[in-house]
């Protein structure tokens, strides 16, 4: 059974401090991993990784990814209250690039 | 900019009603998927569809139907709701293997 763990499952931070989030995966027929952001509706698309230690970068998030170890970070350095949000971690597998999901990791960025 | 839409944001139902949710989509996608998302469980897989007629069980598509007849369309039908089908429920679309899938707002569900 394809497997995808996050953590932590909850963050409490401060405007200005740096979180970095976990997502470690245990899925058959990997394709790719990618990161979501959730706030009061749709999942928003982040960043999609499909090779190792090739970090990926958008303004003050950036994501990499260990195919060795299976799994991946999420960094947000100087955390302003708009990063509040439920992100989410996916494994793609397969031809069709069906995901599996973590739990997703609540973050409150506190001013 | 990929646009999904699902037909409604929040839906109360009864018990053993047949329950229709929609999910249209403007990219030509060829993958379209409904998941349901319930707090402390995430984001669950229902049914997917890699083209039109297709379809193939997700992870969780016990009470639950779909129907593809156009591209662009995709619809998820509970036959006979029941109260645990209370949800969040998100339809997504995605092109193949190397983009993204594409989220729409989601439909709240509550089967009173």
């Known amino acids: 059974e394809d497997k995808v763990v996050q953590s932590p499952l909850s963050l409490v931070v401060h405007e200005g401090d740096t979180v970095t989030l976990n997502c470690s995966y245990e899925v058959t027929n990997f394709r790719s991993l990618l990161w979501y952001k959730q706030e009061k509706k749709a999942p928003t698309f982040l960043f999609m990784l499909?090779?190792?230690?090739i970090e990926k970068k958008s303004g003050r998030l950036s994501s990499i990814l260990d195919k060795k170890e299976l799994f991946s970070i999420l960094n947000i350095t100087a955390t302003q209250t708009g990063d509040s949000a439920v992100y989410l971690c996916?494994?793609?597998?397969?031809?069709?690039?069906?995901?599996?999901f973590g739990k997703g990791i609540t973050l409150s960025v506190r001013p | 900019d990929v646009k999904v839409t699902q037909s409604s944001r929040y839906l109360v139902k009864r018990t053993g009603e047949k329950v229709f949710l929609e999910c249209v989509q403007d990219?030509?996608?060829?993958?379209m998927f409904w998941y349901r998302q319930d707090p402390g469980l995430g984001l669950r897989l229902i049914y997917f569809s890699y083209d039109v007629k297709m379809k193939e069980k997700g992870d969780i598509p016990e009470g639950y139907s779909v129907s593809r007849e156009k591209k662009e369309r995709f619809s998820l039908i509970l036959e006979s709701a029941s109260t645990n089908q209370t949800s969040m429920y998100l339809c997504?679309?995605?092109?193949?293997?190397?983009?993204?899938?594409?989220f729409g707002d989601g439909t709240r569900l509550s089967i009173l």
């Open positions: 499909t090779s190792s230690g």
């Open positions: 997504a679309s995605g092109s193949d293997s190397n983009q993204p899938q594409h």
């Open positions: 990219m030509d996608h060829e993958n």
């Open positions: 996916a494994a793609a597998t397969g031809a069709n690039s069906k995901l599996t």
